[in-house]
């Protein structure tokens, strides 16, 4: 699974807690856990409409969250949160591309 699909999942699911910032640092961690839950559940979406089973989805997309959490520092959650609520796309995947390769431990 890719971060396009999630992200475009994300702007169709929405994000609860929306408010314009002027900057990355102005980002809760209320929004960041919201927007952690946004691309759990985009990721689940994005494997079963990928034929995979829920099952399988939720193992890879559980292995996945937890390798971001565990990897990205808050500033770079805020990032991300910040670039998706402007709807800033390739910023947005870019906050957190660091990360990707190590979702290959995940299949």
Excluded: N
């Excluded at 929004?31 to 034929?51: S, V």
């Excluded at 939720?58 to 609520?85: H, I, N, P």
Aim: proline share 2%.
């Amino acid at each position: 699974m890719h971060m396009k699909p999630i992200l475009i999942a994300l702007l169709i699911l929405g994000s609860t807690g929306t408010r314009a910032q002027e900057s990355a640092a102005q980002v809760t961690d209320e929004q960041i856990a919201d927007y952690q839950l946004g691309l759990a559940i985009a990721c689940m979406k994005t494997g079963q409409r990928r034929g995979d089973s829920e099952e399988r989805a939720a193992a890879y997309c559980g292995c996945v969250m937890k390798t971001l959490r565990d990897s990205a520092t808050r500033g770079e959650w805020q990032q991300a949160y910040y670039y998706f609520s402007k709807r800033m796309d390739r910023e947005e995947v870019q906050a957190l591309a660091a990360y990707t390769p190590k979702f290959k431990a995940c299949r």
